[in-house]
């Protein structure tokens, strides 16, 4: 992939060209914080009819590894603008974060996460967050822990049996467009405001999609949707303000980055065959961990689920996600669990370059507890997001393991960059427990690795 400026008259604008066949060009419009552009992501080619794009975040901790500290600086950052634009203030904290992004430092990271832990914004009144399922429920859960008045939810694509669905709405440009919401009643039956975390905003109808399912069950007059970026076009921003016309309310939105996008060509990249490699499974070198040890400050949901193929899952559900809801007071009791988590698991390290690896929407506590582990920890996780991997030079997806979801063998899910990256250690974290058998798709993909470490939250 190449970048360029376009002009040396017009800074703020780049063209990405990919394999000389896609070429996204971009207009910054708004970078509140100055932040570098190539701090914040690279583009690659997207295997989807809808969309052939995708922006690749360097500070989401989800298709690409790194610090475990840097997407929480980054849901820091975009606290920080809420609070800013919402209370008129100006904030000496953020200054650190921004330089942490810029410089990329391991020292000015972890000194920044100790900054972002510390944060503790109060708001006129309680604001209800929503992370979407399944790249932001960590961005989400970690904009919403540097509040004292708020509540959390993600959406999930999940189908919990025998539980109501609170809300329902669609994510239209996806290759999983259901995203579903199982909150208590009185998280939402209120006129309290309500802030959305993506994080992306490309035409802001999965935003209104929400919006609009919200409204007709629990109606308010403010939401507020903050991203790290928003490329959305002046015929995206009218439909907004026709939409707050039409229900005769506020939306307000936020983002580290903003500006237009100009999209030609198609990826002229072969679909790669990924050989199903069957490795013997005594070749496989894992190691359990379960965390039924180290006591949970909330207890756990005794939920069943049910996947594609209706096989039912009756392990329960960690209550620390921000699946079914949570609290600020529960900020600190997750925090120190995670913290006991991290140093328990640093004692089973025995390699010096380890990946950490969440798994779909089970992204926030492994990050946290990834923070904890020691020195030469990756994070990122698994996903559902299909890339063309392509190993060039300033590419961002060099190669990539395609596998069966463990939760559900009916989707398949994918993790870049792992392979030639030399990890000596793998810890996999599980927000429940799953069979042998239906882990074994996802283990064998780690067959090259000495050192497997399987971790349940259960």
Known sequence: MKTTHSSIYYPNQYTHNINGSLEVDIRIEANPYNLPVESLYEMAA????????????????????LHPCIPFISSALLASIYYEEEMSQTLAEKEQLIEALKDGSKERVEA??????????????????????????????????????????????????DQEVTLYFEEEHSHATDQLCYAPKEMFDHDKPICLVDDEIT?????????????????????????????????DR???????????I????????????QVKGTPDVEEQVDADEQIPLEKINDHSIHLRDISSPIAHYPYSSVDSH??????????????????????QSIEDYCRQVGQYLKTKRVGKKTLCLGTGEFMH???????????????????????FPLNNDG????????????????????????????????????????????????????????????????
Request: charged share 25%.
């Open 238 to 248: 009218q439909r907004l303000k026709d939409f707050e016309d039409m229900w005769g």
């Open 365 to 387: 506590l492994p990050m946290k507890a990834s923070v904890y582990m020691g020195d030469g920890i990756s994070y990122h996780s698994t996903t559902r997001s299909p890339i």
């Open 395 to 458: 590419y961002p997806i060099k190669n990539r393991l395609v596998f069966e979801s463990p939760d559900d063998p009916g989707i398949v899910q994918y993790a870049y960059n792992i392979l030639n990256s030399q990890y000596d250690e793998v810890f996999l974290f599980f927000e429940r427990t799953v069979s042998e058998e239906r882990r074994q798709s996802l283990l064998r993909q780690f067959y090259h690795v000495p050192h497997i470490h399987v971790v349940d939250f259960i």
């Open 310 to 331: 209706g096989t039912k899952n009756d392990t329960p559900y960690s209550a620390l996600t921000g699946r079914f809801g949570l609290s600020s007071k529960h900020r």
């Open 112 to 161: 920044a996460y100790s900054v972002a832990k510390e944060l503790s914004f109060a708001l006129n009144e309680p604001v209800v967050f929503i992370g979407f399922a399944e790249t932001a429920t960590a961005l989400g859960h970690g904009v919403f822990d540097c509040f004292t008045n708020a509540s959390y939810i993600h959406s999930t694509r999940e189908r919990i049996v």
């Open 250 to 261: 506020q939306i307000k939105t936020y983002s580290l980055l903003s500006g237009a996008i």
């Open 46 to 65: 997207r295997i989807n009819k809808k969309r052939s794009f995708l922006f690749v975040s360097k500070v989401l901790g989800k298709h690409i590894p």
């Open 203 to 235: 035409t802001g109808k999965t935003a209104l999609n929400i919006i609009s399912s919200i409204q007709k069950k629990y109606p308010r007059k403010e939401y507020t949707v903050l991203s790290l970026l928003d490329w959305r076009t002046k015929e």
